[in-house]
C-alpha cells in the first residue's frame, strides 16, 4: 500500500467516525407538539420535526374523527385546527382531540 492511499484511507474513515449518531438517523417526524381545545374547537401546533401533522378532535355531534388542514413544523407553528361550534352545531363540544403525524 502506498503513502498516498494509507492517507487517503485513514481519511476516510476518520471522516465516518465523526458523524454522531443523531446525524446519522432519518429525519425525525414533527415534534415539539402541542393541542389543546376550548370553546368548541380544537387546536394543535408542532414546532419542530419534519413532515407534517394537523388536529383531530371528536364531537358530541358526530361519529366521525374530525380532522384540520395539514401543515410541516415551523419555529413560528401554524396551528390547525377542528370546529365542533359550528352554525349547523351551536352547542357543539369537543369531546376528544389529539394530533395526527406523518414522516416525509
Not at 3 to 26: H, N, Q, T, Y
Not at 35 to 40: P, R, S
Request: hydrophobic content about 40%.
Amino acid at each position: 500500500m502506498t503513502a498516498l492511499a494509507a492517507l487517503a484511507l485513514a481519511f476516510s474513515v476518520a471522516g465516518v467516525a465523526l458523524v454522531s449518531p443523531a446525524e446519522a438517523r432519518e429525519p425525525s417526524p414533527p415534534y415539539d407538539c402541542h393541542t389543546d381545545h376550548e370553546n368548541g374547537t380544537a387546536w394543535a401546533w408542532c414546532h419542530k420535526g419534519y413532515g407534517t401533522y394537523r388536529a383531530w378532535a371528536r364531537c358530541n355531534w358526530s361519529a366521525s374523527t374530525l380532522y384540520g388542514t395539514w401543515y410541516a413544523p415551523r419555529a413560528t407553528a401554524y396551528m390547525s385546527t377542528v370546529k365542533c361550534r359550528t352554525s349547523t352545531h351551536p352547542n357543539g363540544v369537543v369531546m376528544a382531540n389529539g394530533i395526527q403525524k406523518r414522516d416525509g
